[in-house]
């Protein structure tokens, strides 16, 4: 066990109230390894490291970050560029499996984006993650000024909108495990979503700001994240602690605290009816319920304000938050101007989450970690089995699997019931499971630090790219991804990888050409609904693929087939184009198609995991 695999928890944001925690007898080293590489990839630029910059990075010994990464790669997990460790889209599973177990962004995800829509600035939804919180949507303005938080940030709870409301329900050892991050990291350090704290401020203020949260039902960022930045947040409430269970969707602040529960913040409606109603003796309370504040107290400011008796109040799921920037609105401006538009999208949320129908799990997986004993017996030492199969534990969960028992996680990835129990201790001393009621275990919001903030943000072309510079020298030809253009008239290129011939064809990425005489724009053309009235595309969409035989220029032959989005919509082509004097057409459809369906079925099956909960941006 390395030394710095407790340094690297707290990295994270996992302050332990007692101290650092020890490991225990039965935690499985090289999946605390693996773990902490992903998560040292995580926070570098651009999810990539060089193996010498990992080894710095994770303190581990260079043979051993050799066969950590080996064991990632077989797994799809990185992808090794020379010299350069990548994290890859396929890691993006990890993260999904919470977000589906989650259910919040597939159920609410519509309104926040539909919000952001209507306001015509950022919108998101977080989290709470111990004594921070970490968002689980975000639906951003595309702007010249635009926010950099992605899916899976995390956020220190004070310096947030969204902190107070979480803050609000948290219990003394929360209160206490957040005073000693605070003093243990006074500048954020350990949260590298955020610039360096310049001014620290007393913790009295944020315990004021919880109190103030827990009887407004709302919380307002004026400027605590930098310079500029502001907004405002409402809690997220689930009709029910009874409900929330019985949908199994629940595993969500209350897992990320280590309880079953969340004392959530949004009891407090009461409180706002008092407030807001103009009752003298309820405004008193309030003022008194703030002056309380200040000592800390949060429990007794809820009490004070009329709060403490809020049986019909559901916990607080999450928090939806509208974000801009102090050109465009002031902090009482958000206040005045965006509060009520966003408390009614939050009121649809509830809406939406009170009439939402169990979850339909389908048949349970089964032998998902079967594979791992085949690649240790093809790679030798060089695959770390336990690694794999401790990570493929996180992938036994998913909507209608939120919370597992031991034996189900057991059947559902082939592993003995031995073996399952050691990757749940190791993964729960990680921070990414937590025990639930009726001895079973769910996962938390600390599973998207594996990966899934820099992943969020990827490209098709950066998906495909890899796979394409694969193909090129597989097959010694140049290969291409194009999309249509917005008239439907050219296609663009988005991502080449060159052949390495001497004579090849050399298209540059963002050059257009006519879609109707290129295979890559027959194959986009022939998804059309009006691609039935052309013989040509007809029998392409039939065929799958089109072939364009010195069409466009005297020499140039191409071959394409489409790639599909999750949806199975053709959201780009793949091609391989070449000089005709290199074989004849039917040789080109023997040789070449085969090995370029297998590279968009490559495409296919990334952009299906990144594609799950983010958008992927095709050019």
């Given amino acids: 066990m390395p030394a710095n695999t407790t340094s690297a928890a707290a990295r994270d944001g996992a302050a332990v109230p007692d101290g650092p925690a020890a490991v225990p007898d039965e935690a499985v080293a090289p999946l605390l390894r693996g773990i902490t590489v992903l998560r040292r990839l ?8 060089s193996l010498s910059a990992l080894e710095r990075a994770t303190g581990l010994a260079r043979s051993t970050v050799d ?3 080996a064991t990632l790669a077989r797994m799809d997990y990185v992808r090794l560029d020379g010299r350069d460790v990548h994290l890859a889209p396929r890691l993006m599973e990890l993260g999904n499996a919470y977000l589906a177990a989650l259910r919040l962004p597939a159920l609410l995800a519509g309104r926040a984006d539909a919000l952001a829509d209507e306001l015509d600035e950022s919108v998101s939804l977080a989290v709470g ?13 595309r702007r010249a000024m635009s926010l950099s938080f992605r899916i899976g940030d995390l956020l220190p709870a004070e310096r947030t909108a969204p902190g107070p409301l979480f803050a609000a329900g948290w219990t003394p050892a929360d209160w206490h495990r957040w005073h000693e991050r605070r003093a243990a990291d006074p500048r954020d350090d350990r949260f590298p979503a955020l610039p360096p704290r310049e001014h620290v401020s007393a913790d009295a203020e944020f315990e004021r700001r919880a109190a103030r949260a827990a009887v407004d039902g709302w919380a307002l960022d004026d400027q605590l994240i930098e310079p500029g930045l502001v907004a405002i947040s409402v809690p997220v409430r689930a009709p029910g602690t009874g409900w929330a269970r019985g949908t199994g969707w629940a595993a969500d602040t209350g897992w990320a605290v280590g309880a079953a529960e969340v004392a959530g913040a949004g009891n407090v409606a009461g409180a706002r009816e008092m407030a807001g109603a103009g009752d003298v003796e309820g405004a008193a309370d309030v003022a008194g319920a703030r002056e309380m504040a200040g000592a800390g107290d949060v429990a007794r400011a809820r009490e004070a304000a009329g709060a403490g008796d809020m049986a019909g109040a559901g916990d607080v799921v999450c928090v939806a938050s509208v974000v801009s920037h102090t050109s465009r609105h002031t902090a009482p401006d958000l206040r005045s101007a965006l509060l009520p538009r966003l408390r009614a ?3 649809a949320m509830e ?3 009170r009439t939402a129908p169990p979850a339909h799990p389908g048949p349970p997986p089964a032998g998902l970690a079967v594979w791992t004993g085949a690649s240790k017996q093809e790679l030798g030492r060089e695959f770390v089995e336990s690694l794999a199969r401790g990570l493929t534990v996180l992938t036994a969960f998913g909507e209608g699997r939120a919370a597992l028992t031991l034996t189900e996680i057991a059947r559902a990835t082939g592993l003995t019931r031995a073996s399952a129990r050691r990757a749940l201790i190791t993964h729960e001393h990680a921070g990414l499971v937590a025990p639930a009621p009726d001895r079973t275990y769910a996962l938390t919001p600390r599973v998207l630090s594996l990966g899934f903030p820099p992943l969020s943000r990827t490209s098709l072309p950066e998906i495909a790219q890899p796979h394409l510079t694969t193909l090129a020298g597989r097959v010694h030809e140049s ?7 917005d008239t439907g008239d050219e296609i663009q290129y988005t991502a080449r990888a060159a052949g390495g011939r001497v004579l090849s064809a050399r298209v540059t990425v963002g050059t257009r050409l006519p879609a109707h005489a290129t295979a890559l724009g027959r194959v986009l053309l022939a998804d059309r609904p009006d691609a039935t009235a052309s013989p040509v595309l007809r029998r392409v969409r039939e065929e799958g693929h089109a072939l364009v035989d010195e ?11 489409p790639v599909r989005d999750r949806a199975g919509r053709v959201v780009a082509a793949v091609n391989i184009a070449m000089h005709a004097a290199r074989g004849t057409t039917e040789e080109c459809l023997t040789r070449v198609l085969p090995e370029l369906r297998h590279t968009a079925d490559l495409v296919e099956a990334e952009l299906r995991v990144a594609g799950r909960f983010c958008r992927v941006a095709v050019v």
């Fill in 479 to 485: 290969a291409a991804l194009a999309v249509l253009s």
């Fill in 351 to 353: 809406d939406d989450l």
């Fill in 345 to 347: 999208a939050v009121a």
């Fill in 42 to 49: 995580t926070e570098a630029d651009g999810g990539a490291l």
């Fill in 129 to 141: 993650d111990r004594d921070g919180i970490r968002f689980i949507h975000q639906a951003t303005r």
């Fill in 551 to 561: 069409e466009l220029e005297a020499g140039l032959r191409a071959v394409a087939v």
């Fill in 67 to 69: 066969r950590l990464v």
